[in-house]
Nanobody, 116 residues
Framework: QVRLVESGGGLVQPGGSLRLSCAAS????????MNWYRQAPGKERELVAS????????NYADSVKGRFTISRDNAKNTAYLQMNSLKPEDTAVYFC?????????WGQGTQVTVSS
């Protein structure tokens, strides 16, 4: 059974940090590009960051460049999103996505709220 389970979300003050984790099971994690998306209320889901299979290539949305860092540990079947200097506009549900040429899997999401 394919599973992606996000964790690490919560309430944080502006300027704070959070680290999201995405634990994968039921498929060969190292064969998939890993992505983090987010969806704020009333907005479309947007791609925040992605990391290639071997972890050497990463891409970020302009809105998070220099603040967020995506990483993966293929031995632990886990992807991460380190979020620093958080802003109120980062408030959203964050989703983990595993994707290759044939399949795309999604987690259930974790809420991140940035507020004073």
């Amino acid at each position: 059974q394919v599973r992606l389970v996000e964790s690490g979300g919560g309430l944080v003050q502006p300027g704070g940090s959070l680290r999201l984790s995405c634990a994968a099971s039921g498929f060969t994690f190292s064969w998939f590009t890993m992505n983090w998306y987010r969806q704020a209320p009333g907005k479309e889901r947007e791609l925040v960051a992605s990391i290639a299979i071997a972890g050497g290539v990463t891409n970020y949305a302009d809105s998070v460049k220099g603040r967020f860092t995506i990483s993966r540990d293929n031995a632990k079947n886990t992807a991460y999103l380190q979020m620093n200097s958080l802003k109120p506009e980062d408030t959203a549900v964050y989703f983990c996505n595993a994707k290759n040429s044939w399949f795309s899997y999604w987690g259930q999401g974790t809420q991140v709220t940035v507020s004073s």
